[in-house]
């Protein structure tokens, strides 16, 4: 039988990291993209700061795509690409985000709310209001290329709903996005990032291919993907060191050889 080519030397280190080659892909969350004077939450970047944090991660040779890419090419084997996310589903995606990407030559995944078409952030106290896509700008960053997620229907914390509104916010937003979009959405993004065991089960159940959280903590799965948090501030060394902390979080397993960091995609429990 020949030697496996993949199979780890002897001599090699057990868990040497090689960023973006034995780990979990990197999947970064955004929000808003527009002007950030008035931004309390920390959730919006400039279309110009996107620009530099995009040929950034270029020049590491990392080309930002839709969670969906995302997953089909790690578990081919490719690398070479990051996560890009917005969450939300902000207007401002199409006028600010949009044409940025397309200098880049990237994609990302939107969770929108199909729920609140036209809207604002109304569950923001703070505010300030910004407008939501409607369901015709939906399909038109969906005709642009790029991949349309479920943030549930009007961005509810999940865990606080009872059976039937989970089931609700889940199944219905799924079928609103296939209607407008002629795909029926494979990602979904926990409101708040708030979600458990129950919730994670739901939306396994009504037929999504992926869940987006934040920090999973010990639900990490397809169904509880970890993301990092991308703000205004974030240039160079900043990124450099969320690129390494995303990488030491989910990297290699201690002992377990080459190749061996199992997607979490890829079959691993919910
Ligand atoms: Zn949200």
């Not at 903590?217 to 509880?224: D, E, I, N, Y």
Request: proline residues 8%; hydrophobic residues 35%.
């Amino acid at each position: 039988m020949a030697a496996d080519p993949s199979a780890p030397c002897a001599d090699a280190p057990p868990h040497r990291l090689r960023p973006h080659t034995r780990r979990q892909p990197w999947i970064l969350t955004y929000h808003s993209v527009t002007d950030v004077r008035d931004d309390p939450y920390g959730i919006t970047v400039t279309p110009e700061r996107l620009g530099e944090q995009l040929s950034w991660l270029r020049s590491r040779g990392l080309r930002g795509v839709g969670v969906s890419e995302l997953m089909r090419a790690h578990a081919a084997g490719r690398r070479g690409l990051v996560g890009l996310t917005f969450d939300d589903g902000y207007a401002d995606f199409l006028h600010q985000a949009l044409p940025v990407l397309h200098v880049h030559g990237c994609t990302a995944t939107v969770f929108v709310l199909p729920g609140r078409p036209g809207g604002v952030n109304e569950w923001d106290p703070l505010g300030p209001r910004k407008p939501l896509l409607t369901h015709e700008e939906i399909r038109r960053i969906a005709a642009e290329g790029m991949e349309v997620g479920s943030h549930g229907l009007l961005h509810q914390d999940l865990t606080t709903l009872t059976d039937e509104e989970l089931r609700h916010e889940t199944r219905h937003s799924r079928e609103v996005i296939g209607e407008l979009t002629g795909t029926v959405p494979e990602g979904f993004c926990y409101p708040y990032g708030a979600l458990d065991r129950r919730v994670s089960a739901a939306v396994g159940s009504a037929g999504y291919g992926y869940g987006c959280a934040l920090v999973p903590g010990p639900l990490l799965s397809r169904f509880a993907l970890p993301r990092t948090h991308i703000s205004q501030a974030d240039r160079g060394v900043r990124l450099w060191a969320k690129d390494l902390r995303h990488g030491l979080r989910h990297g290699a397993v201690p002992g377990a050889g080459a190749r061996t960091v199992t997607p979490v995609w890829a079959g691993g429990s919910r």
